[in-house]
């Protein structure tokens, strides 16, 4: 943080975020029947899959939270993530993230627009 705090012009308020995104949905099961044995009875199911991904991100010192609700999760997805229109102007957003693939691309913007709103750690 001292790091950041001193590559940014002096009195540039810090406002840190933590993100993640969860994937939620249906996902059938087998269907199991009870039957005579050596008899097929027929057990029709929905075996059809969806599911959305929901991106969060909050600010807990400033009261601030952002979200998305999307049909997937990668590098793309991130690049939406609307933190920097939540982020105070003038401020600087430092981004806390876990290790998954899409958040330590180099592919994956750290800035958008004008507003700078994420190191990578």
Request: hydrophobic share 45%.
């Amino acid at each position: 943080m001292a790091a950041i705090r001193n590559s940014l012009p002096k009195n540039t308020e810090i406002e840190l975020w933590w993100a993640d995104e969860a994937r939620i949905g249906q996902k059938n099961k087998i269907t199991r029947r009870w039957a005579r044995r050596g008899t097929r009875p027929s057990a029709p199911l929905d075996q059809r899959t969806m599911w959305a991904y929901i991106f969060g991100a909050i600010c807990p010192k400033q009261g601030k939270g952002a979200g998305l609700v999307l049909p997937c999760c990668d590098t793309d997805a991130m690049n939406l993530l609307e933190i920097s229109q939540a982020v105070d102007d003038g401020a600087h957003a430092v981004l806390i993230l876990d290790q998954a693939g899409w958040h330590v691309t180099p592919k994956l913007i750290m800035s958008i627009g004008l507003r700078q709103w994420a190191h990578r750690f």
